[in-house]
């Protein structure tokens, strides 16, 4: 914070600050203008939303910020961290120095920004993380549980051994021409690899999207994260039942954007603009019901109805510093995806070459987890990366 404070207020804006109640918003900072500092330097709301902060109005203007971060005229006067600029003088020429996008860009590579809070305790993704997949759904892909318990638990060995920092289990599989189970399907699968997984110091993750198994997860006791895919939180009136439940049972969260996979194919402005704007509306429920944002990590749903064709890639390699303004960790997922296929004409079972070097380009981009089946491809990709993002 006192990177941000130092740099902001050299320019003239003042902090207004109700640390000790709790802020209106879940975004970190915001600035509100008042009406002696009119008129706006140009191009100072694009500068802002783009900078990650929460731009208002104090007075009777009826002004809108445009972006994904949009909200009409209003004030924080109830509270939470601003910076007021009460004069014109204050704007010096703070759009084309940037001292606030360079000092959130500090924020967003902070030790305190990559603490994320999960039911067994915090794990630091200041060091990029690998996710392996799971799946122990019969119909799935990628699993062995036809082959019994045994294969089963010998396969999340093979993951732990080839380098997963925390493990995904998926007991229904989420292609657009899956046969569905019915969720006590779901339960008993998952409640034996659950079983098995207490045996290991890594952290656990349910893929589900369904409330009924997120609330059996977290009486269970034995999983430390939510994997969201379905889209109930985006509906405000299942969301409350979804953040709920997060919030008492301590468990970390990945917040997808969702989409069917019918949906048309779009470009890739627009599609990286409705995943913002969802993502931005599921924090601001999230963040309504009460959940503690230290513990969710944002995922912008590759594959699931996003245009395979175009924007799946894309993704992959430009999606985390487009959804830096959430000012929340980014999981990437590009595991064997379809669009993987199509670049390189593999089948599904021939991509974990491709996935490794996807995964390279997430971490080199900024991601804090990627989620794969093999993770050993990865672990060297991972090493890598980093060296160049460090």
């Known amino acids: 914070m006192s990177v941000i404070v130092d740099a902001v207020t050299q320019r003239g804006w003042h902090i207004v600050s109700g640390a ?47 972006g994904p971060l949009s909200i009409t005229t209003g004030t924080l006067s109830q509270g939470g961290t601003c910076f007021f600029a009460d004069d014109a003088g204050a704007w010096n020429d703070l759009p084309a120095h940037h001292p606030f996008a360079g000092a959130f860009e500090h924020f967003t590579r902070s030790r305190r920004f990559y603490q994320w809070h999960v039911r067994r305790g915090v794990i630091d993704l200041a060091q990029p993380r690998i996710m392996g997949i799971w799946n122990v759904a019969q119909s799935s892909f990628s699993s062995v549980c036809e082959q019994g318990l045994a294969a089963t ?43 098995w997984a207490k045996c290991t110091d890594l ?5 589900t999207y369904r409330i009924e198994t997120m609330r059996w997860a977290a009486a269970s006791g034995l999983a430390d994260v939510i994997n969201d895919i379905g889209r109930d939180s985006v509906d405000p009136d299942c969301a409350g039942a979804v953040f709920s439940c997060l919030r008492d049972s301590g468990m970390g969260y990945i ?55 175009d924007n799946d890639p894309r993704l992959i390699t430009q999606a985390v510093p487009a959804m830096r303004c959430l000012a929340r960790p980014v999981l990437i997922a590009p595991s064997r995806k379809r669009c993987l296929g199509v670049l390189t004409n ?45």
């Open 346 to 390: 593999r089948s599904i079972d021939d991509r974990d070459v491709a996935t490794a070097i996807a995964s390279a380009l997430a971490f080199q981009s900024g991601a804090a987890i990627v989620r794969v089946h093999r993770p050993k491809y990865v672990t060297d990709a991972r090493a890598l990366a980093t060296v160049q993002r460090d």
């Open 153 to 195: 638990a010998e396969h999340a060995q093979c993951l732990v051994e080839e380098g997963a920092d925390m493990l995904d289990i998926g007991a229904e599989p989420t292609g657009p021409y899956a046969p569905a189970i019915t969720q006590h399907q779901e339960q008993a699968h998952l409640e034996s690899a659950l079983t």
């Open 255 to 309: 917040m997808m954007a969702y989409a069917p996979h019918a949906a048309p194919t779009v470009s890739f402005e627009l599609c990286m603009a409705q995943i913002l704007a969802q993502l931005s509306a599921k924090l601001d429920l999230a963040f309504d019901a009460g959940l503690d944002l230290a513990r969710v990590v944002v995922d912008p749903g590759i594959g699931f109805g996003k245009g395979v064709a």
């Open 20 to 66: 000790h109640r709790r802020p209106l918003t879940w975004r970190p900072f915001a600035f509100v203008v008042g009406e002696a500092a009119f008129p706006l330097p140009d191009g100072f709301e694009a500068w802002a939303v783009e900078a990650g902060a929460w731009l208002t109005y104090e007075g009777d203007q009826e002004r809108v910020c445009g």
């Open 203 to 207: 952290p656990i993750s349910v893929d």
